[in-house]
């Protein structure tokens, strides 16, 4: 989108200064008049949906000519806004700024939209108007700190994270900010303190790639190893959840959208708002597989697994080379006790994706379940070599072996899961345990060292091990000082 495009209003902020009475000061027919020249041309509509065309014509029908002409403006920016139309959702939100100016959720949005293309220099004067007047707003305050720090306004960015830390105590994108700024200036300690609380208090997902660059900075080599394994773990970062933004759902006609919508509901814990925005976007696109697939993921969440089973159906029916599918289908059917359909599943899957190393994992584990040893360990190596970055088949190759009596063969499948993925609780527990139930004292303390720096490992785990080892050794393990 091209900053022309935009067709920035710098006024608009002079006017944000002094607005004090919406726009009462108005006389009818001037507010009628900048209405309709602040309505947009019409973008392309071809290929989308009906219902939003007819939407959007007769917003612009309202707001020329209907009773409520600035409700017909402000419903077309969401119109514009959620389906992705940004430039005419942001002359929109210009005129709203100027025609309803007590209201900063359009300051927010067009603020969001300006920052979203790197122009800072007009979205920070909004975001600085924002705070002032919604100081409750916190996620206004977050990104005004975030849009300073990138513009190198450190000390005001600074500020900013403070008084949003203040208002709302362990915020952890608060947090992560101000880890940031301190990042910037070199203060590598003052950031491990913030960085710590917030990663800590959201498993890692937030800060926790910043936190393992802090222990590199910091010579704590160990501490970056294992968290560079829980980072990995934590999956994707996401925003900060944002209501002045993330009810324009309910105007996306956008499949592919919808479900980025589901998925940031679901990720801050509002499961029942996620499924309704997955229903909406199966409802649009019946025949989008990956919409099929987020709404039966979430329904298998909200233990729903017979709606969760069909939708899988669905989603194989139109994808049928999507694997993930076929796994989670087979995984149902199983958790239902349906065994002779999970197994059908399992087979028409591996024939529809032969490549897939999950389904690959779970016919092997079948087959060592009916002790036909021979084929699942071909199994196993198969779905390591499919995806050598995940532990799964050669913990199981471990198990199998050390089941059959061969020590050695096991062992060497446990080096190969924790190379696989460095950090993995279960390889290093496993480790742990085999080394002390092998007599290898000082291999048993190394990977004992390493699970005390590892937080997924579970508080039980930690303890069977430390039994396991003064059983076997007579004396608790001396793992030495941690860094």
Request: with cysteine; proline share 5%; charged share 20%.
């Amino acid at each position: 989108m091209k900053r022309s495009r935009l067709i920035w209003i710098l006024s608009a902020v002079l006017v944000l200064a002094a607005a004090g009475g919406g726009y009462a000061w108005w006389r009818t027919d001037q507010l009628n008049r900048a209405i309709t020249a602040a309505l947009p041309p019409q973008p392309d509509l071809r290929g989308w949906n009906q219902e939003l065309k007819d939407r959007i014509a007769g917003c612009e029908q309202r707001a020329r000519h209907g009773p409520d002409r600035l409700q017909a403006l402000e419903e077309l920016s969401r119109l514009y806004h959620a389906n992705g139309f940004y430039p005419e959702a942001s002359r929109c939100y210009q005129a709203l700024i100027r025609l309803d100016a007590s209201n900063p959720i359009w300051a927010h949005r067009l603020a969001t939209l300006l920052a979203q293309y790197g122009d800072l220099a007009h979205a920070i004067p909004l975001w600085r108007w924002v705070v002032k007047n919604a100081p409750q707003h916190i996620q206004a305050a977050i990104r005004l700190g975030d849009a300073l720090l990138k513009d190198n306004h450190l000390t005001e960015a600074d500020e900013v994270y403070k008084r949003a830390l203040a208002r709302d105590p362990g915020n952890p994108y608060a947090q992560l900010g101000l880890a940031r700024v301190e990042m910037a200036r070199g203060n590598w300690t003052g950031a491990r303190t913030m960085l710590e609380s917030a990663a800590g208090a959201t498993n890692y997902a937030i800060g926790g790639d910043l936190l393992v660059t802090v222990y590199e900075h910091l010579g704590l080599t160990e501490r970056a190893t294992a968290l560079r394994a829980v980072t990995k773990a934590s999956g994707a970062f996401y925003d900060i959840p944002d209501p002045w933004l993330d009810d324009l759902y309910s105007d996306c006609y956008d499949v592919y959208r919808l479900i980025i919508y589901s998925g940031t509901a679901d990720h801050s814990g509002d499961l029942k708002t996620a499924l309704l925005i997955a229903q909406r976007a199966v409802a649009l696109g019946p025949n989008d597989g990956h919409a099929q697939f987020n709404l039966g993921t979430l329904y298998q969440q909200a233990g729903e697994p017979l709606k969760a089973m069909a939708a899988m159906k669905q989603c194989i029916a139109v994808l049928p080379s999507f694997s993930d599918a076929w796994y989670q289908l087979f995984a149902l059917q199983r958790s239902q006790g349906d065994s002779a359909n999970a197994i059908h599943t399992l087979m028409a899957g591996l024939q529809a994706c032969p490549d897939s190393p999950g389904l690959h994992l779970e016919l092997g584990r079948l087959l060592a379940q009916a002790g036909q040893n021979d084929q699942a360990i071909a199994q196993f190596n198969l779905a390591a070599k499919l995806r050598p970055q995940e532990p799964d088949a050669q913990l199981d190759l471990a198990a199998l072996y050390f089941k059959l009596n061969e020590v050695d063969k096991g062992y060497a499948e446990l080096h190969a899961a924790i190379e696989a993925e460095p950090g993995h609780p279960g390889a290093l527990t496993s480790l742990a345990m085999a080394s002390i139930k092998l007599g290898h004292e000082a291999e048993a303390i190394k990977w004992l060292r390493h699970i005390a720096y590892q937080p997924r490992v579970r508080p039980e785990d930690r303890q069977a091990l430390d039994q396991a080892f003064v059983q076997q050794f007579g004396h608790p393990p001396d793992i030495g000082p941690l860094q």
